[in-house]
C-alpha cells in the first residue's frame, strides 16, 4: 500500500496511508494532512490516484511545490520521490516489492527503514566563499536544503533577480545533487550553468549572481 512519510530536518513525523480517495496537505485544520509552519500555503498541496498511479499537484502554494529538488504544478510520483512542502518534505513509497521488502518482513516500519536510509547517507555542507547573509559553512543534514532571497531559504542569497528559491541541494544515498529552482540568475557549478540535477563533487564551485559557494564532501 502507498504510504507518504512526513519529515522535518531528517526526522520522520507522520505516515500516511494513500487510498483512492484524494488528499489536499497544507496549514489549515480543513485538510487531511495538516502542517502547522507558515512556509506552507493554506492548502499547499493535493495528492490523488490516476490510474494505478498516484500525481501530486501544486494548490497555487506561495512558495511552491518541489519534487526533487525541481519545482512542479504537477507530477507523477515515483517510489522515494522526495515532495518539498515549505521546509516539510514528503517521501513516497509507493508500496510495491522491492530489494527492501525484507526489512517490512521482519517487522520494520516505513517510517524506520527511511531512517535507516537516510543515515547511511553520504554528509556534506556548503561554505559561503563570499556574497549571501552570512559567511558560514552549512552542514547538508535534510533531505532538500534550500538556498535564495526567501524566508524559507536555509542559504540566504543576496542580489537582484536571484531565486526564491534560487536552488535546491537534495541528499540522496548516492550523494548530494544541486537543481536550479527560479530567478533569472543562473545557478552555475564550475562556471556552468545548472539546467538539469547535477552531482556536486567534492570542491565544487557554486554561483548565484554574486554570491560563491563551495561545497565539500563529507564531515
Known amino acids: 500500500m502507498a504510504k507518504l512519510i512526513l519529515q522535518f530536518n531528517g526526522a520522520t513525523l507522520q505516515e500516511i496511508v494513500l487510498t483512492q ?20 500555503s493554506r492548502y499547499h498541496i493535493k495528492i490523488l490516484p490516476v490510474d494505478s498511479q498516484y500525481l501530486v499537484q501544486d494548490l497555487e502554494s506561495g512558495n511552491g511545490t518541489f519534487v526533487n529538488g525541481q519545482q512542479v504544478t504537477q507530477a507523477i510520483l515515483s517510489d522515494r520521490d522526495q515532495i518539498l512542502v515549505g521546509k516539510h518534505t514528503l517521501v513516497f513509497m509507493s508500496g510495491e516489492k522491492t530489494a527492501g521488502a525484507g526489512r517490512k518482513e521482519r517487522g520494520v516500519s516505513l517510517a524506520e527503514e527511511t531512517v535507516l536510509v537516510q543515515s547511511q547517507t553520504v554528509e556534506g555542507s556548503i561554505e559561503i566563499l563570499s556574497g549571501g547573509v552570512q559567511h558560514e559553512r552549512i552542514a547538508l543534514t ?31 544515498p548516492e550523494g548530494f545533487f544541486i537543481t536550479h529552482s527560479q530567478g533569472r540568475r543562473m545557478t552555475k557549478v564550475n562556471g556552468t550553468a545548472v539546467t538539469t540535477p547535477r552531482a556536486l563533487c567534492d570542491g565544487d564551485v557554486i554561483t548565484v549572481g554574486a554570491t560563491i559557494l563551495q561545497f565539500h564532501s563529507g564531515t
Open 142 to 172: 535534510q533531505w532538500t536544503t534550500l538556498g535564495g532571497k526567501g524566508h524559507t531559504a536555509d542559504i540566504k542569497l543576496k542580489g537582484w533577480f536571484v531565486g526564491t528559491p534560487a536552488f535546491t541541494i537534495s541528499r540522496r
Open 21 to 40: 480517495a484524494p488528499i489536499t496537505i497544507g496549514r489549515e485544520p480543513g485538510n487531511d494532512v495538516v502542517i502547522d509552519n507558515l512556509a506552507v
